[in-house]
């Protein structure tokens, strides 16, 4: 029986991992689950008291020592499985372990909607060392994995299983006066974003009206964030989302639950967001080049648009635009004069480009893959 070593490096990798962990303890697969549940990310060598653990293997007769880790598991893994697979530490950990001939198994932390130029740059990436040393990917629906092979993936590495994150909500609604706003980490969109905050929050005193931050934007935007009304954890956004009457965002990864849930979407176009903004290859002149240069070794920006190329550009609005008409039939659109208020969305359509299934078994299809790979 393989024997899996899983590892969540800060709370939303935890949130991703947690009901594989559970289905894997439920049908007593041999598992150690390393974890963190700050919004932090730790190096589990340097801070391990940020830690903590979970296993139900008995045995410490087959201990493997990690460098990257500091200390030992209970047993040598057959399989690893983590997210975040660009970041430290899981790269480190990683490659220490492939060369230990451990499998890899990654699970896609976020739904991939939209195309864009950065895209290609990240799945690019990807195929770089240390990243290229995982086995599988874990994909959500046919649309997601679609997104990433229009931009040059392998879908030989992929395997669609559905989401898992969502596999245990089982929440009772209601409605109250509460408004969700989703911002965003990219520095223009979280402008626009706040603004659209701001108005809303000016239009409706009768209403609360909450600004759900991505986690980067407590570190980039932090001066930005005060004064106004956040919602700042996992726990929080669940009790308020249950809640809510109305959820403002773009069509990205966090709105899943929220059409699970059946709660009004209120959608920011692509024009207002500034997502075709991001295919402009001049934009990416300066501070974007210069970061992607050192990654992937471009020797020049005209170098640089011939990676990306005219066809690719091309594909991908036609795509967008293909994604933006269906959004548009069901949900409701931002609009500064707040006309989408006391209308209803109608999300059952949308749930298909985020999850193939929508059955709350993902768990049990990649506990099912674990277990026999």
Aim: hydrophobic share 35%.
């Amino acid at each position: 029986m393989n024997k899996v070593f899983i590892l969540s490096t800060d709370s939303r990798s935890f949130q991703d991992l947690i009901n594989v962990v559970l289905e894997l303890k439920r049908r007593n697969v041999p598992y150690f689950f390393l974890y963190n549940t700050t919004d932090e990310k730790n190096y589990p060598r340097n801070i391990i008291e940020k830690y903590a653990y979970d296993t139900n293997f008995p045995s410490q007769d087959d201990q493997l020592f990690l460098n990257t880790l500091g200390f030992s598991l209970p047993f040598k893994p057959d399989i690893f499985l983590m997210t975040n697979e660009n970041w430290e530490p899981e790269k480190s950990i990683m490659f220490e372990l492939k060369q230990q001939g451990c499998f890899i198994c990654c699970l896609e932390n976020s739904s991939w909607m939209h195309n864009n130029i950065k895209t290609k740059l990240e799945l690019e990436s990807r195929k770089r060392f240390p990243s290229n040393c995982i086995d599988l990917f874990f994909d959500h629906s046919d649309w997601s994995l679609e997104t990433k092979s229009v931009a040059g993936w392998y879908d030989v590495k992929s395997v669609i299983t559905g989401n898992p994150k969502n596999d245990s909500v089982n929440l009772e609604t209601s409605e109250e006066n509460i408004i969700i706003v989703y911002g965003s980490k990219e520095e223009q969109l979280h402008n626009k974003i706040l603004k659209i905050y701001t108005e809303v929050s000016s239009s409706f005193d009768d209403h609360q009206v909450y600004y759900k931050p991505h986690p980067d934007e407590f570190k980039e935007f932090k001066l930005e964030l005060e004064n106004i009304r956040i919602i700042y954890d996992n726990d929080m956004f669940i009790k308020l989302l249950s809640k809510s009457k109305y959820n403002i965002s773009t069509f990205t990864s966090i709105l899943y639950l929220p059409l699970v849930l059946n709660k009004n979407i209120v959608y920011i176009t692509q024009d207002d967001s500034g997502i075709s903004d991001e295919l402009i290859l001049g934009n990416f002149k300066g501070r974007e080049f210069d970061f992607w240069k050192n990654v992937l070794g471009f020797k020049n920006f005209d170098s640089f648009c011939s990676f990306i190329g005219d066809e690719f550009i091309k594909q991908t609005i036609d795509r967008n635009k293909k994604l933006e008409d269906s959004i548009l039939k069901s949900l409701l659109v931002y609009t500064p004069d707040m006309k989408w208020f006391g209308q209803n969305s109608n999300n059952l359509d949308l749930l298909k480009y985020y999850d193939n299934f929508n059955d709350k078994n993902a768990s049990k299809r990649i506990t099912d893959i674990l277990e026999n790979v």
